[in-house]
């Protein structure tokens, strides 16, 4: 069974950054896209960042060229480096793996994991 681990979130005050890191334990294969999303209190989870297999990145309006995602493909890891940080981007965090599953050279079905989440508090 896979089970997605973030780490890195906690509380920062505004301008400041924070890296959080989402690693998956178990096997994984077959990855397509790796991303983050948020939800803050009384709000819908909304997408923050992916990446695909390919690198190809896409990143929310609000979060561009503040945040970054980056992958290590060796450990099946995703992070979330947070710059220039607002009191708007608290919300929990959470990682999501995408991907499908192969059999015999055939795509039989896909997979869509997730992470437990992270708090991210920005105050002062």
């Known amino acids: 069974q896979v089970q997605l681990v973030e780490s890195g979130g906690g509380l920062v005050q505004p301008g400041g950054s924070l890296r959080l890191s989402c690693a998956a334990s178990g096997s994984i294969i077959n990855i397509r896209t790796m991303g983050w999303y948020r939800q803050a209190p009384g709000k819908q989870r909304e997408l923050v960042a992916t990446i695909t297999s390919g690198g190809y990145t896409n990143y929310a309006d609000s979060v561009k060229g503040r945040f970054t995602i980056s992958t290590d493909n060796a450990k099946n890891t995703v992070y979330l480096q947070m710059n220039s940080l607002k009191p708007e981007d608290t919300a929990v965090y959470y990682c999501?793996?995408?991907?499908?599953?192969?059999?015999?050279?055939?795509?039989?079905?896909?997979?869509?994991?997730w992470g437990q989440g992270t708090q991210v508090t920005v105050s002062s």
């Open positions: 999501n793996y995408q991907g499908v599953v192969v059999r015999s050279s055939l795509t039989v079905g896909e997979y869509d994991y």
